[in-house]
T-cell receptor, first 111, second 111 residues
Framework: QQPVQSPQAVILREGEDAVINCSSS?????VHWYRQKHGEAPVFLMI?????EQKGHEKISASFNEKKQQSSLYLTASQLSYSGTYFC????????????FGGGTRVLVKP | DTGVSQNPRHKITKRGQNVTFRCDPI?????LYWYRQTLGQGPEFLTY????????KSRLLSDRFSAERPKGSFSTLEIQRTEQGDSAMYLC?????????FGPGTRLTVT
């Protein structure tokens, strides 16, 4: 089942912060975050593993609440380059990183 | 490291025709994934390979779809008897660890 992302869209001014949530109805093994700009391929941002291991990217961080099966992506002091669509991809068991992606959150950062 | 490449980048075909797409992964990446993405949606898992072995195939993938990865290098995705509903962006990704690196995709339009 596809994870649910919220909000569906967010508009920010440069320097503002935002939070994107990703929720699953199934127990998760890992959560992957990607950013896709219009007409381009998705680009890996970070992964969160069950047990708390985390990798970060620039001023973007994330958390993984295993009890709630939810991950949150934090965009801090947003830059114009942060604009794009953010997708979470979830893995329900350690099985070759087969990912189920959410519907995406469109982020627009304005000057 | 030249990244994941996909050919062709665009394909327009008439309903009922067969099409084949090629993906060249990053060298030495042992895992290769195929996804399908429609406008405004996240990538949808189709199938994946570890080396030359096809380990999983989505239930959404009908018998008209077949994928191969001979010798564990490049991969091909064939769609037989195309339908208008097959119109989408077909993305390939490869990985050696957790991160999946996506190619630019092949946009298929079925008329």
């Amino acid at each position: 089942q596809q994870p649910v992302q919220s909000p569906q869209a967010v508009i920010l001014r440069e320097g503002e912060d935002a939070v994107i949530n990703c929720s699953s109805s199934k127990a998760l093994y890992s959560v992957h975050w990607y950013r896709q700009k219009h007409g381009e391929a998705p680009v890996f941002l970070m992964i969160l593993l069950k047990g708390g291991e985390q990798k970060g990217h620039e001023k973007i961080s994330a958390s993984f609440n295993e009890k709630k099966q939810q991950s949150s992506l934090y965009l801090t002091a947003s830059q114009l380059s942060y604009s794009g669509t953010y997708f979470c991809g979830t893995e329900t068991q350690a099985a070759g990183n087969k990912l189920t992606f959410g519907g995406g959150t469109r982020v627009l950062v304005k000057p | 490291d030249t990244g994941v490449s996909q050919n062709p980048r665009h394909k327009i075909t008439k309903r009922g025709q067969n099409v084949t797409f090629r993906c060249d992964p990053i060298s030495e990446h042992n895992r290769l994934y195929w996804y399908r993405q429609t406008l405004g949606q996240g990538p949808e898992f189709l199938t994946y390979f570890q080396n030359e072995a096809q380990l999983e195939k989505s239930r959404l993938l009908s018998d008209r779809f077949s994928a191969e990865r001979p010798k564990g290098s490049f991969s091909t995705l064939e769609i037989q008897r195309t339908e208008q509903g097959d119109s989408a962006m077909y993305l390939c990704a490869s990985s050696h660890g957790y991160e999946q690196y996506f190619g630019p995709g092949t946009r298929l339009t079925v008329t």
